[in-house]
């Protein structure tokens, strides 16, 4: 019995899990508490979401080209960014569908007087209006990254000094993972930052009056990852809940920080780790960085139809079917923009003007409590992208799946 209580105990005192949750709730309360002193410790959360992002470019370069050095086939990459660009247009125009359906039948903004608190739009209405594709598409080094490193790891796989070179990029992607893990041992700090500055900045009294909108918004994007993410799983057969809890680390730290960036690298490490080979890895998981975000597409749809009834506005079937049309376009470019939720939603109340813009700043104060449901649900999603698109790829070991998912419910089960 003692023995079993001391491996209890040391397997709490070192899971990083115990770490970030005991965190998040320490930085709850001190920014419930302390506001001051929990606004003050937004450097913790922005310096390790800081730190992190720093991997990440060096570890798509070194995935992709890896990992298409040892393929050597360009047209099983096209075929592998063809399917990816399909599924990610599928499965974002279901979530803006689900979310608008939802918003519709509970009327989260029903009762809710129109007068937005003072708040300056002004600069959301300035960097929606500076926002546009060629600007996106330049300044957006994932994709930069993505695109030459497809082109050097074909180019790598036929040079007669290929295995010198995949020894050399070997080398560096096990010292570049080495130091992440080290990075990630500050996860904790870091989740305690962001999350103490969000209660302290915006208080829990910010819920309150917008608690409806918020509870649907959780329960719709719930909805969605146990509804429609779980039957695209289960169609090869791979079960939602050992996926959830073989990435938890990571979801707790987006819960933590609000962004998924901060998770990025690791779900690329674990998603290799669970089955899913190198290209497939290093293609879908940038890639959906930027055009598959489940979440913020359910948030906007949401969002929008909000403040129709907020205002009282009655959308005709033109209108609604234009707002779709708008957000399947305007929300694949979200990751690529600072504040990306409201500039994206102001650019497209911007083109199409039913919805004063005026009114977001009704959203201002729960939009971080929100953010972490969108990063969360985002990164769910890209994992279950991964997943399919390596199953249908013949590129998915189900023997190594099993195999992680079985030590990871045996040390949940330590605890």
């Known amino acids: 019995m003692f023995f079993f209580t001391n491996l209890i105990l040391k397997k709490l ?11 998040i709730l320490a930085g709850a309360i001190l920014g419930h508490f302390w506001p001051e002193k ?20 060096p570890l798509i370069f070194l995935t992709i080209t890896l990992g298409i050095s040892g393929v050597g086939d360009l047209r099983k990459v ?20 689900i979310g608008i359906v939802t918003s519709w039948v509970i009327q989260p903004g029903a009762g809710i007087m129109a007068i937005a608190p003072n708040s300056d739009v002004s ?15 330049a300044h957006n080094t994932t994709l930069q990254v993505l695109v030459f490193s497809v082109f050097l790891g074909t180019l790598a796989g036929r ?8 020894d050399y990029l070997t080398f560096a992607s096990k010292y570049v993972f080495k130091a992440l893990h080290i990075v990630m041992l500050f996860a904790p700090i870091g989740a305690f930052g962001g999350m103490a500055f969000t209660i302290g900045k915006y208080g829990l009294k910010a819920l309150v009056p917008l608690a409806k909108l918020m509870v649907t918004v959780y329960a719709t994007m719930a909805l969605f990852i146990f509804g429609v993410l779980w039957f695209i799983l289960r169609y090869y057969k791979v079960p939602l809940r050992g996926l959830l809890n073989y990435i938890k680390e990571e979801l707790l730290i987006v ?10 690298p690791g779900i690329m490490e674990k998603l290799e780790k669970m089955g899913c080979s190198k290209p497939v890895v290093g293609l879908v998981i940038p890639a959906g960085y930027s ?14 139809i909000f403040l129709t009834q907020v205002y009282g506005i009655q959308l005709n079937i033109h209108q609604l079917l234009t707002i779709i049309g708008v957000l399947m376009v305007t929300s694949k470019g979200a990751a690529g923009v600072t504040g990306s939720g409201f500039v994206v939603l102001a650019s497209t109340l911007s083109a199409v003007p039913v919805v004063p813009i005026e009114g977001l700043a009704l959203l201002i104060g729960v939009d971080r409590f929100m953010s972490e449901a969108r990063a969360i649900t985002n990164i769910i999603g890209n994992a279950v992208a991964t997943i399919f698109i390596a199953n249908s790829e013949n590129d998915f070991d189900r023997a190594q799946m099993e195999k992680v998912f079985n030590e990871e419910e045996y040390e949940y089960l330590l605890k």
């Open 255 to 264: 819960l933590g920080t609000s962004s998924s960036e901060a998770a990025l």
């Open 123 to 137: 600069k959301i209405q300035q960097s929606a209006a500076q926002f546009n594709w060629v600007s996106f598409l």
């Open 78 to 97: 096209g075929r592998v960014g063809a399917k990816a660009l399909i599924y990610f247009e599928f499965v974002t125009t279901f979530a803006l569908l």
């Open 38 to 57: 929990g606004v003050s410790c937004k450097v913790l959360g922005d310096s390790f979401i800081a730190v992190v992002k720093l991997f990440i470019l």
């Open 159 to 166: 040079l007669p000094q290929k295995q010198r070179l995949t």
């Open 291 to 304: 055009f598959n975000l489940d979440g913020t597409t359910i948030y906007l749809s949401m969002a929008i």
């Open 13 to 23: 005192v070192t899971n990083l899990t115990t770490w970030v949750l005991l965190s």
